[in-house]
């Protein structure tokens, strides 16, 4: 076991309300597995005083001017000395399991790419949904996250990278803020072994009037400069894999028409299907060719032994077999 597996990265700005919670979260993981970096981006709402309270016990690191939270992510990535990176925003909440899952993955599978699940939430932290420790994780292993044939969230919050991997590709890109986490991915298509876990979720999202997901035209304009740079071959794969890379770029445009829609952004909405109409049907075929394949197997992996590493298919014996949060 690595001393200092994992650094958690947290941002914000202005979530006096919310921060609190997001610290003790983190500070609850196992203290042998952790470090964590907090980035406040200039926050002027008194959060700097709650943090403070904690500075003998994180990394603080309060910048004097607002810089947005692709940036304040960046400056935690290069103080994280961990072997894996994890970042959560300051108005979410780490499940008191979180590292100890990605620990037995990062274990049994030396994965560079992680991909959980979060459940939504509004109100009060719903920690009844946690009195239940998990006994064993749900999951799917691909060579690369491009390779993936079942549905897979596009959540910073919920993801682990090894940080050398990231620090290569350049961490989180200057000046794409609204579908951050897609361009982040699309950078680590190809970075190797991905692991996605369908159970059990590791973080809660709060849902809020401040959620960027509330405002959708950001988005719609932002898709454009993601299919530019696909189009210049900014995207790691080649030509190779422009077919699996173009129809996950697709795949993303046709729900972020499907949002604006529901938005009534309905002229925004014509003209990003208009733009993005062969990704999109590129999208739609290898929906159709996965269709006729056989998908990678979910696989239980025993969470509850720590000296456990066997793995065994789903639907194997059923005292291996739970149900979780957000399965």
């Not at 894996?84 to 108005?91: A, E, H, P």
Request: hydrophobic share 40%.
């Amino acid at each position: 076991m690595c001393a200092r597996r994992f650094s958690i990265v947290i941002t914000c700005h202005n979530q006096r309300d919310f921060i609190r919670a997001a610290l003790e979260s983190a500070l609850s993981q196992a203290s042998d597995l952790r470090e964590v970096i907090v980035v406040d981006d200039a926050s002027t709402d008194g959060s700097v005083e709650i943090l403070q309270q904690y500075s003998d016990k994180v990394q603080l690191l309060c910048l004097p001017s607002n810089r947005g939270a692709i940036e304040a992510r960046n400056e935690g990535l290069a103080r994280a000395k961990g072997q894996y990176v994890t970042f959560l925003d300051g108005d979410d909440v780490m499940m008191p399991w979180a590292l100890d899952v990605y620990e037995r993955i990062a274990q049994d599978r030396a994965p560079k790419l992680v991909l959980a699940s979060m459940v939504p939430f509004t109100g009060e932290i719903p920690w009844a949904l946690c009195e239940e420790e998990p006994r064993a994780i749900e999951l799917v292993e691909y060579e690369a996250l491009m390779h993936r044939d079942r549905r897979v969230g596009l959540l910073g919050g919920a993801c682990v990278v090894e940080r050398q991997t990231l620090e290569a590709m350049g961490g989180w890109t200057p000046g794409i803020f609204h579908c951050d986490s897609q361009d982040l991915f699309t950078k680590l298509g190809y970075a190797g072994r991905t692991i996605l876990i369908c159970a059990p979720a590791t973080v809660f999202y709060r849902m809020h009037p401040s959620n960027t997901t509330n405002t959708w035209a950001p988005f719609v304009q932002m898709q454009y400069r993601l299919m530019a740079k696909e189009r210049r071959g900014e995207y790691p794969g080649g030509r190779e894999h422009l077919f699996e890379r173009r129809s996950w770029i697709g795949d993303k445009v046709v729900f972020c028409i499907r949002r604006a829609l529901r938005a009534r952004l309905y002229k925004d909405a014509i003209k990003l299907a208009v733009s993005g109409w062969s990704m999109i049907l590129v999208a739609v075929l290898r929906r159709l060719t996965l269709l006729l394949r056989k998908r990678h197997p979910l696989e239980t992996l025993k969470f509850h032994s720590a000296k456990s590493t066997t793995c065994e298919p789903a639907g194997g014996k059923s005292e291996n077999r739970h149900s979780y949060i957000g399965g």
